[in-house]
């Protein structure tokens, strides 16, 4: 039911994204040009899945720690944030998302109590949050041999990775981010 639900969501989501690039959006940053992702950060910009800062910028550039993920994963899936989490090195301002993602099965820590909050996503950890959401490594067994091989190799296959230049292993910027959502 909890897959049913996820689909569901993400096909709406994908409905409403697909819809907004037709018509276009009028939202847009002083930081933000032609030769980055511009429509991907407008649209997740019109969504709500990700946000410019108070002076008007997207800070296209900057890199996107493990916390800012899970908001941007909270608001891509529309999740109730709240509820508990076992990391200690979470911040109480991501506290909610972080429990709300971890509830949900789209997150996991580096171990039983650290989450490696402050560390940047990589391509590989963002690409796996976004394809559990989608249904995908539901269980541990999906993995194989190495999580992260599988993360990337089903990433190449269904083109997560389209527009994005980066290794499984390179931090994720906000317009890479932006692109991958």
Avoid at 24 to 51: H, L, P, R
Avoid at 59 to 86: Q, Y
Avoid at 120 to 137: E, P
């Amino acid at each position: 039911m909890r897959n049913l639900k996820r689909a569901l969501s993400l096909a709406l989501a994908s409905v409403m994204l697909l819809g907004m690039m037709v018509v276009g959006t009028s939202a847009s940053y002083a930081d933000v040009t032609s030769k980055q992702n511009k429509e991907a950060i407008e649209v997740a910009q019109a969504v709500g899945v990700m946000v410019g800062d108070d002076k008007g910028n997207f800070n296209p550039d900057k890199m996107v720690t493990r916390n800012e993920m899970a908001v941007v994963m909270c608001n891509l899936l529309g999740l109730k944030t709240g509820g508990t989490h076992p990391f200690t090195d979470v911040p109480a301002w991501a506290a909610p998302y972080v429990a709300a993602c971890k509830a949900d099965g789209i997150i996991a820590g580096y171990s039983a109590t650290y989450f490696g909050a402050n560390d940047t996503v990589t391509a590989a950890q963002a690409a796996l949050m976004v394809m559990k959401a989608l249904g995908y490594f539901q269980y541990a067994a999906d993995f194989g041999d190495s999580w992260q091989l599988s993360t990337v190799k089903q990433a190449s296959k269904i083109d997560l990775y389209d527009g994005i230049d980066a290794n499984a292993n390179a931090a994720l910027t906000r317009n890479d981010v932006a692109q991958l959502v």
